[in-house]
């Protein structure tokens, strides 16, 4: 580190040159107390090679492993990222309860199980906690905040799952592995933070495989990282990637079906398959041309579990990519929806409903959008323009288990019947910036002012 001194006066006093020498050697002190006190956020090895901590042999683990029971324990409900419920949701917009929390939501709650056979919890990516637990019952918080300092949540939404852990990405290069302390509990307990040291903010919603491995990716300013990790309170880096050929912001990885392909949008137009266990890259499938990926947009690519079929929205419309029947094979990529005509981007992931074969998807131009529901072979059943202004940007729709379509968009929450017709609108007087969640006939979701609300409790 060089310290800039101060510039030497013209011409100065006795008393003036005393007083410059005084300043001169506080400075100095200051900035070698602060040079002292501030150690380097990462080893230059690191700086030059992120990926040098990676050990393919990951410590053993006590079970449970993989994503925890819940409601809705991912980022859009699963590690398909289907987006549709198993429940119905609210047929009227009635208030349930609202509770302020300290800070920004900016990205989706979960709904799972902190702690295995515990009442589930609603954890919600919040500030600098990063995340709070809210009694999803009554909305009393149960503990907000954890044992360690950092930088706030952003568009990661956390994931839930080894037992008792909760992963997160920061503003501050990390990923978080939270302990989640059982009922009664006042924080949660950092038990390692991942960074990854190339000034990649982690704004990925990270996913847990079936094996527990957890799955975390950062833009890097552009290059790109993917990485992961073993599970249990050890930090240890299973397999990494940098760069991988472009940047990955905010779009969660996806898993195929059987878990054997990690699916992740790379650089806004390739869709790459990678082996979850090793890392390897399986196929690619170039889908647009690559390009910068917008502070808010969300890419992530949501995976049909009936059928193995990738969608994915991208600037020029909804692709669809059907994996190869064969090792080495080509995949199969469409354009399911074409919206260069209208000139729309899409910058929020599909959802499925998987019952009646539909994709429910929003694409926006400036403040004018449209949400869209095709049926399997790529035909708009219906479409509306008429929703009201606001941006399809990370907040993608969600489906109940009758078919019924919860979309927030602007300041605005909108419940549609499956043939788009209205159902029923809330307004807010702040922005929802990310999507609601499902479950037992409730919709929760937060506002950038920190507010979190629950909404159902409607005759069935």
């Not at 260069?340 to 981007?345: E, V």
Request: hydrophobic share 40%; charged share 15%.
């Amino acid at each position: 580190m060089t310290a800039v001194l101060p510039a030497r006066p013209r011409a100065a006093t006795p008393r003036h040159a005393g007083v410059a020498r005084a300043s001169l050697v506080v400075a100095v002190a200051l900035i070698a107390a602060h040079a002292h006190a501030v150690p380097p956020r990462c080893d230059i090895t690191l700086q030059n090679n992120v990926c040098l901590e990676a050990n393919p042999i990951c410590p053993a683990v006590a079970p449970p492993v993989g994503v925890s029971p819940g409601d809705w324990p991912a980022f859009q409900g699963n590690v398909q990222h289907t987006g549709q419920s198993a429940f119905n949701g609210p047929t009227c917009n009635a208030p349930i309860w609202s509770t302020r929390l300290v800070g920004r939501i900016l990205s989706s709650p979960v709904l799972a199980e902190g702690n295995p056979g515990e009442p589930q919890g609603l954890f919600v990516p919040i500030g600098k906690a990063p995340i709070c637990a809210l009694d999803p019952a009554t909305g009393t918080i149960r503990w907000c905040g954890t044992d360690n300092e950092g930088k706030r949540a952003d568009r990661s939404s956390p994931v839930i799952g080894n037992g008792d852990f909760a992963y997160i990405g920061t503003r501050d290069n990390d990923m978080w592995a939270i302990q989640i302390p059982p009922l009664g509990g006042s924080l949660g307990h950092v038990a390692w933070r991942q960074k990854v040291c190339t000034d990649g903010d982690i704004t990925v919603p990270p996913i847990i495989g079936g094996d527990g491995l957890v799955y975390m990716a950062s833009d890097s300013l552009g290059a790109g990282t993917l990485m992961a990790m073993c599970p249990g309170p050890t930090r240890q880096v299973k397999w990494c990637l940098n760069p991988v050929g472009g940047g990955i912001r905010n779009a969660s990885p996806a898993l195929s079906p059987s878990g054997d392909a990690l699916y992740v949008t790379v650089a806004g137009g390739v869709l790459g398959a990678y082996q979850p266990q090793t890392g390897a890259l399986l196929w690619e499938a170039e889908l647009e041309k690559k390009g910068r990926v917008g502070r808010n947009s969300n890419l992530a690519p949501v995976v049909d579990p009936n059928t193995g079929r990738i969608y994915v929205g991208l600037r020029q419309g909804l692709w669809a990519v059907d994996p190869p029947t064969t090792p080495g094979g080509i995949p199969t990529r469409t354009r399911f929806l074409d919206t260069r005509g209208a000139g729309q981007r899409l910058e929020a992931p599909a959802a499925l409903d998987l019952v009646r074969g539909r994709v429910i998807v929003g694409a926006s131009k400036g403040p004018a959008s449209t949400l869209y529901a095709l049926d399997t072979l790529g035909n708009v059943l219906w479409q509306r323009s008429d929703l009201g202004r606001g941006r399809f940007q990370n907040n993608p729709p969600v489906v109940d288990a009758a078919g019924r379509i919860y979309v927030a968009l602007d300041k605005s929450l909108i419940a549609l019947n499956p043939d788009g017709t209205n159902l029923w609108r809330s307004e807010f007087s702040s922005k929802l910036p990310s999507s609601p969640i499902l479950a037992d006939g409730r919709l929760y979701v937060g506002t950038t002012n920190g507010q979190v609300h629950a909404i159902g409790g409607c005759p069935p």
